[in-house]
């Protein structure tokens, strides 16, 4: 029985009905299309629900995650015990000026449209990232010679008590896939970015070139998670699996994909297991070959 279904009427005092989940398959929420139920997935629509649902959490020792569309994440196939807080119903977009405030579960590519519409430049590199405001402020998304550190001015987040805060650049300690949010355990509610006027053409010249490659280069036919690891210092993932010849490599439904090596994909109704599976043996195979530890960038939550 779902431990937290009493747990989930006391929900019902913040959300409406239609915003509560019980026993919810993670697979319906994560690009990778695996993962296992969530005893209870909410979303919030505004602010308060937010800051109400993490401190209802925290009062009563209930465990949480934030989620937005789950572009970066691994649910293991026994789901979640507690409460999944998914954010993608708070997407509202401002221009102001050479600024835009963003809520945290706007897509990164929208940003970009907006961007691109009030011929505002800074933003191209993320025009093609799956994944939403939130969760690239949180691990500080980046592509092609760009990253979120280069554009950003502020963020307003809720800390683990409930407490609003607003960082600065500074604050936020952002490096390669890091930042004060990981660090704090902070949920990111909005953000503002900082770009510069530009040409409406050559803003959108550089999204389309941007598009095109990575339509080129990445298996978009299929469910992933984006880039599988991280890039050591000094290397490129994606080198390294081509040249220990794991491009294609396949456990159960998992493959390496045969498109770029540093994507593990969901070829064929593939198990949370056989990803995790695959993703073992990748860094097995790059130790035993480089004495290189490869640390997953996909975030990895949930029960065996």
Known sequence: MNQYKEFSTKLYNILDINNIAIDEPMKNHTSFKVGGPADVLVTPQNYNQVVSVIKLCNENNIPYYIVGKGSNLLVRDGGLRGIVVKLTKLDNITVEGEKIVVQCGADLCKVSDAALENKLTGFEFACGIPGTVGGAVTMNAGAYNGEISQVIESSLVV??????LTLNKEELELGYRMSAIQKYEYTVLETTFKLVYGEYEKIKQRIDDLTKKREDKQPLEYPSAGSTFKRPEGYFTGK???ESALKGFSLGGAQVSE??????????NATASDILNLIAHVQHTIKERYNIDLDTE???IGED
């Open 298 to 300: 996909v975030r990895i």
């Open 240 to 242: 390294l699996i081509e």
């Open 259 to 268: 498109k770029h090596g540093g994507f593990i994909i969901n070829k064929d």
């Open 159 to 164: 800390d683990k008590s409930g407490n609003l």
